[in-house]
Structure formats: structure tokens, C-alpha cells
């Protein structure tokens, strides 16, 4: 059983357009995250939810828009994708903020 | 602002060998503290984490790792590295409650590579 899992795991989309990358988790967990990898690797936190209210927002640009239908799911919809959107990006959950955080496998998003 | 510093970006070891991966944090509250890895294309996979209590923590792997508050220092250590160990490791920090609320910040990652 897949415990946090991202669709789709591939996104090779054109610069302008308008994308989303759903995440799931089967734990049960309050909170939900979204973290960015760039290019060198270095992942910094975008987002977080606890019991589908927003936590944490990291000066994201407002292209990028959270949304949590329920506990369980945090999608990322990206307005007016830019080159430097592309990364990989990595939803996690956890039981609450202090507790140890379960990754998805990632998504590669690559904006031409 | 907290922040993580892995001062090693490459290590290369011989399968069979120890390993140590540094780890230094700056942080003004009591920290909680991970270690996370990542294989090739893959997400990212907990291998031990330090909340309070003995400062030397079992992981997951035969890996193990030591919290000393004085050199905030939280170094992975593995007394003999197999080939499976190749991979990105990752520190991270965070606490609980305050403004915080579970954001992770993490190292730059150390890269493993092992030599049969």
C-alpha cells in the first residue's frame, strides 16, 4: 500500500500554461506539505496544511495554489508556468507538526 | 532563522568501510532532528530522527546517528557501508509547536558513493 502518493510522476508541460500535481495519503495524518527540489538538489518547503487549513506559506508566488479538498488530499495547481518552475516536487504528511514526515515519490515538472 | 549545514557535498567510501556524514544545525529553540535519504529518483525515506531523550538513536539500515547539543551536531555514522547505501542524505531540523509547525529545513545533501 503506497502511504503518500503524487500523480502524475512526470510533467513536461510549455511555459504559460496552467498545471496540477494531486497528492494522497492513507495514513490518516493532520498535516500535509508540499516541498520544491530544484536542480542542485536543495528542497525547501512551499506549503502546509493542518486539517485542510493553510500553516505554513513560504513566499510562493501567487501562480501557485494549494488546495485541500479533504485531509487526506493536497493538490498544487501552477498558474502561468515559468522555466524556473521546473523541478521536482515532493507532497508529505505527518501525524502533526512535530512528528516524522512521509515523502511521495515526487513529481518532475519541466516547463519548456 | 534555523538552518542546516552539511559541509561534505561528495564522499566516497569503500564498500565495507565506516562512514560519517556531518550534519550542524543553528537553531534557538530545542531541535528536533532527522536524517532522511534519497535513492536515485526516489522520494525521500526517514532513516532515524531525534526528538529528546538518549542522544545516540538507532536507525533504520544499521545506521545510527549522535546528538551533541554543545557542537549542534547531529552526525550519521555507519560502521560498515554496503554497495545499497549509495544515495543523497539529507539533515533536516525543525520543533514542535511555536512557528515552526513542522516546516523542515534541510542541508544541501551529501552525496554517497560506494566503491566495491
Known amino acids: 500500500d503506497t502511504a503518500v502518493s503524487q500523480t502524475p510522476k512526470y510533467l513536461v508541460t510549455q511555459m504559460g500554461n496552467d498545471k496540477s500535481i494531486k497528492c494522497e495519503q492513507n495514513l490518516g495524518h493532520d498535516t500535509m506539505y508540499w516541498y520544491k527540489q530544484d536542480s542542485k538538489k536543495f528542497l525547501k518547503i512551499m506549503f502546509s496544511y493542518n486539517n485542510k487549513e493553510l500553516i505554513i506559506n513560504e513566499t510562493v508566488p501567487n501562480r501557485f495554489s494549494p488546495k485541500s479538498p479533504d485531509k487526506a488530499h493536497l493538490n498544487l495547481h501552477i498558474n502561468s508556468l515559468e522555466l524556473g518552475d521546473s523541478a521536482v516536487y515532493f507532497c508529505?504528511?505527518?501525524?502533526?507538526?512535530?512528528?516524522?514526515?512521509?515523502f511521495g515519490p515526487g513529481t518532475r515538472l519541466t516547463v519548456l | 532563522a534555523q538552518s542546516v549545514t552539511q559541509p561534505d557535498i561528495h564522499i566516497t567510501v569503500s564498500e565495507g568501510a565506516s562512514l560519517e556524514l556531518r550534519c550542524n544545525y543553528s537553531y534557538g529553540a530545542t531541535p528536533y532532528l532527522f536524517w532522511y535519504v534519497q535513492s536515485p529518483g526516489q522520494g525521500l525515506q526517514l532513516l532515524l530522527k531525534?526528538?529528546?531523550?538518549?542522544?545516540l538513536v538507532q536507525g533504520i539500515k544499521g545506521f545510527e546517528a549522535e546528538f551533541k547539543r554543545s557542537q549542534s551536531s547531529f552526525n550519521l555514522r555507519k560502521p560498515s557501508v554496503h554497495w545499497s547505501d549509495a544515495a543523497e542524505y539529507f539533515c533536516?531540523?525543525?520543533?514542535?509547536?511555536?512557528?515552526?509547525?513542522?516546516?523542515?529545513?534541510f542541508g544541501q545533501g551529501t552525496i554517497l558513493t560506494v566503491h566495491p
Open positions: 533536516a531540523v525543525t520543533n514542535a509547536g511555536g512557528t515552526s509547525y513542522g516546516k523542515l529545513t
Open positions: 531525534y526528538f529528546s531523550g538518549d542522544t
Open positions: 508529505a504528511s505527518s501525524q502533526d507538526n512535530a512528528d516524522e514526515q512521509f
